[in-house]
């Protein structure tokens, strides 16, 4: 297998759309692709797609990025405020790791605002350890924790999930992980949930960053870590690795 660049790649710039873009969210994409040019790296393809249902929209851009020479593909949706150097940062984790697969921690925009990232439950209801599964009927499969970032700390951790908000991805995720890559199965997952399940079991792990103050356009401000409410009393902790 070639080596990795991560210092100077060529990235695609992957943005799914259902309708308009946000104003503010484009304001700061076009900042990350002057600062990642500013850095060395070469932000060579810009994909949007639009009015599509959303795992459709996904395996376009996916399939018109294996279609070029870009190694990394960094997504970010159309609602995502996003740091100048957001690019950098998560290409300088995936070096730290050696990683293929990291993300920016952001939190949800309405609801408890919690952190866009999950765990795997170890257990069934009895107990008893389950390997991961891609049957359709396994709920099993879609089991997981939410996880809650301490916002004191920067360094990058493992996570079983995310959402596909702020995400780096290397190409050779997809060429280990079969097609469909992106898949919505009813009353089970969504289309990044069921990506990161796949990846998971091809024994691709996923890093999170959560150095980076990511903001989730919502109603009415925009969300960010200050803004989860949760009752950390009846917390339970859950082990993610650093």
């Excluded at 990058?156 to 060429?175: E, I, P, S, Y």
């Excluded at 089970?188 to 959560?210: H, K, V």
Aim: a neutral charge; one cysteine or more.
């Amino acid at each position: 297998m070639p080596s990795i660049e991560y210092d100077k790649p060529k990235v695609a710039f992957l943005c799914p759309n259902s309708g308009l873009l946000e104003s503010e969210a484009v304001k700061f994409m076009m900042a990350a692709i002057a600062s990642a040019w500013k850095h060395g790296i070469q932000v060579e393809q810009i994909g949007l797609a639009e009015r599509m249902v959303i795992h459709t929209a996904r395996n376009c851009l996916a399939t018109m990025y294996m279609q070029t020479d870009c190694e990394w593909a960094f997504w970010v949706d159309s609602d995502m405020i996003i740091p100048p150097d957001t690019i950098q940062r998560l290409l300088n984790t995936a070096k730290e790791k050696n990683a293929l697969f990291v993300t920016g921690v952001y939190y949800q925009r309405q609801g408890e605002h919690m952190a866009v990232l999950w765990k795997k439950d170890p257990v069934d209801e009895k107990g008893v350890p389950y390997p991961y599964s891609n049957k359709k009927d396994d709920m099993n499969a879609y089991r997981h924790h939410a996880i809650v970032p301490n916002p004191d700390s920067k360094r990058a951790f493992k996570a079983d999930v995310c959402g596909f908000g702020c995400v780096l991805t290397h190409r050779n995720m997809f060429t280990t992980i079969k097609k469909p890559w992106f898949k919505t199965i009813a009353d089970e997952c969504s289309e990044d949930f069921y990506f990161c399940t796949q990846a998971r079991m091809a024994g691709i792990q996923l890093w999170a960053n959560p150095s980076l103050r990511i903001g989730h356009i919502g109603t009415p401000q925009i969300i960010f870590a200050e803004h989860m409410k949760i009752d950390k009393a009846n917390l339970k902790p859950i082990k993610v690795e650093a």
